[in-house]
Nanobody, 121 residues
Framework: VQLQASGGGLVQAGGSLRLSCAASGRTFSRYNMGWFRQAPGKEREFVAAISRSGSTYYADSVKGRFTISRDNAKSTLYLQMNSLKPEDTAVYYC????????????????WGQGTLVTVSS
């Protein structure tokens, strides 16, 4: 499956952004999906995941502020980000896992190219 992330940009602290990840090539609904992020000089970290059945999982740092969702009819994954903080600044990646939903980036089989989110203070 090919993944294309979009929706990043520059936003002030407290603002909102919605990221999208368009999938093509294989049946989107068969995949567990995740969002990860990587800030400069840091390792890639888990943000949120959604299973094939729609169960959702969040990193503690974003719980209550971010919402992951999927539209299987449109083969698209979303990440609604509210109450953004400067520490949310990173390149955000979407990923697909055909086996199980997980927070471990090494378990994911397919990755999008990333979209940059910059939150100014």
């Amino acid at each position: 499956v090919q993944l294309q992330a979009s929706g990043g940009g520059l936003v002030q602290a407290g603002g909102s952004l919605r990221l999208s990840c368009a999938a093509s090539g294989r049946t989107f609904s068969r995949y567990n999906m995740g969002w990860f992020r990587q800030a400069p000089g840091k390792e890639r970290e888990f943000v949120a995941a959604i299973s094939r059945s729609g169960s959702t999982y969040y990193a503690d740092s974003v719980k209550g502020r971010f919402t992951i969702s999927r539209d299987n009819a449109k083969s698209t994954l979303y990440l609604q980000m509210n109450s953004l903080k400067p520490e949310d600044t990173a390149v955000y990646y979407c990923a697909a896992d055909g086996t199980r939903v997980t927070m471990d980036p090494l378990e994911y089989d397919y990755w999008g190219q990333g979209t940059l989110v910059t939150v100014s203070s």
